[in-house]
């Protein structure tokens, strides 16, 4: 686990660092390494929202190809499947030897959609938050810890001043632990896939579904299998099942212990290592690919079943009610 101890100074001193994409985690970590002091520019497409939204935070922002002539290190945060069309046809002839090329997911280097020459860095720092998460504890004096790997060191200076990235977004505060694109890739895809989006979904609906159809009332179901969640997982997230243990009651210590794993039975298991097995042969990567350069039809028939459900519905009426959802968020500096 690397600290701010570790972090040479040296390592990007006077290096021009460009942020590819402004999205979630592109305008969380150019802001905090502009914020740091380092040298950072924006490559960005024009006309599009990303670019309005840089120009109102004090960007300059220019054509991408133009941003990355010159450039010491970029860093590609545009998403998954817009990074190998951007990468061939305005940063590859573009990188001068011994740039660094960073991601923040390892995704297109693991499955080798973008290969780059033998005369670059490439290299990863993933923070585990969302951008807003890692713009907001940076403001706050804090940080969010990071994933560093290096998949090439053409310079021999890759792993410092990947180090450095991170000690600039603000990770060295939190802690960097050194893993593999490979390890980040298939981890992080698994993790989705079968425990923090579609496990969570899936088993929400589950839930509110069974009490629903044997008579319940909607909002009641709504309250006990998703509006609790959120309690639950805090209480995991802050202090781990320790934690969640101390806070519920011994009624429903017993109901975990006792009923979860007829829940989550071997079955289950099985088939989340069915789902781990195609991440890492990469069927799940081809599949996605090939959805969305074919248009993204079953994604989106997918995507509108899912907002469509009759918990959302019942969500929506029922948040209506939670004055507290509709707090302001604190303040984020600008500078």
Request: charged share 25%; aromatic share 8%.
């Amino acid at each position: 686990m690397y600290r701010q101890d570790d972090v040479d100074p040296a390592a990007l001193a006077d290096q021009q660092v460009t942020v590819i994409g402004y999205g979630s985690q592109g305008r969380a970590q150019a802001m905090n390494l502009r914020n740091s002091g380092l040298r950072v520019q924006l490559g960005l497409r024009a006309g599009g929202e990303s670019h309005a939204a840089a120009v109102a935070d004090g960007w300059s922002p220019l054509p991408i190809q133009e941003a990355v002539q010159g450039s010491d290190l970029v860093a590609m945060l545009l998403p998954d499947t817009a990074q190998a069309r951007v990468f061939e046809k305005e940063i590859k002839a573009a990188l001068q030897p011994g740039a660094m090329l960073l991601f923040s997911h390892g995704f297109n280097i693991h499955y080798e959609t973008i290969q780059v020459g033998s005369e670059y860095d490439v290299a990863m720092v993933a923070p585990k938050g969302p951008g807003i998460l890692v713009r907001r504890q940076f403001v706050q004096g804090k940080g969010v810890p990071c994933l560093l790997a290096v998949h090439q060191d053409s310079t021999g200076t890759a792993q410092q001043r990947a180090l450095a990235y991170a000690h600039g977004i603000g990770g060295t505060r939190a802690g960097v632990l050194e893993t593999s694109f490979a390890e980040e890739t298939e981890t992080d895809l698994f993790g989705e896939q079968a425990v923090l989006c579609g496990g969570v979904t899936e088993l929400i609906v589950a839930g509110f579904e069974t009490l629903k159809d044997a008579g319940y009332q909607p909002e009641i179901a709504y309250f006990e299998c998703l509006h609790e969640m959120k309690l639950i997982v805090d209480l995991i997230y802050e202090g781990g099942f320790a934690k969640m243990h101390r806070f519920v009651s011994d009624t429903a210590k017993y109901g975990d212990l006792s009923r979860g794993p007829r829940v989550i039975d071997g079955a289950v298991r099985e088939r989340m290592r069915q789902v781990l097995g195609e991440v890492r042969s990469g069927k799940f990567a081809r599949e996605w690919i090939d959805e969305d350069r074919t248009g993204r039809k079953e994604f989106k028939r997918m995507l509108a079943a899912d907002l469509n459900h009759s918990i959302e519905e019942v969500g929506s009426r029922l948040r209506a009610d939670m004055s507290w959802l509709d707090a302001p968020p604190k303040a984020e500096a600008k500078a």
